[in-house]
């Protein structure tokens, strides 16, 4: 995870992904508690896949995303639907990710330049 909301750290994810790739080794990264509040762009992160779950930034429970680089090889589940480019069979939750969409532009969970709260506690607290 990019950051951790017990503890209050921010691991340093695109060093790992650098190591991971030197080893030919596939990183997966949960976005968790940064969601929202971290930007992150997933090109200077490095890692092969990104996953996020809409209820970090107010969205609805049990709905995610989950980015792939291209070319990653990633094999189905479940077998039997042609669904995401068959990589899962099963309807999509329409009304989850249109859920997810919304929160998403909701001002609550949009990066800290926008919060001014934030601005406070980072006048506050500058970073070392």
């Known amino acids: 995870m990019l950051a951790n909301k017990e503890i209050g750290t921010i691991e340093p994810i695109a060093d790992i992904a650098k190591i991971a790739a030197q080893h030919k080794v ?40 989950l980015y792939i680089r291209k070319g990653t090889p990633i094999w189905p589940l479940i077998d039997g639907g042609l669904q995401e480019n068959k990589r899962r069979a099963g309807t999509e939750n329409l009304i989850g990710i249109v859920g997810m969409g919304m929160a998403r532009s909701w001002p609550g969970s949009r990066c800290p330049n926008a919060c001014p709260e934030f601005k406070v506690l980072k006048i506050a607290w500058p970073r070392p």
Do not use: C, K, W
């Not at 992160?45 to 995610?64: E, K, R, T």
């Open 26 to 65: 596939m990183m997966h990264h949960r976005r968790g508690a940064a969601t929202g509040i971290i930007p992150v762009d997933v090109q200077e992160l490095g890692v092969n896949l990104l996953s996020l779950a809409a209820n970090q930034f107010y969205g609805p429970p049990g709905v995610g995303a």
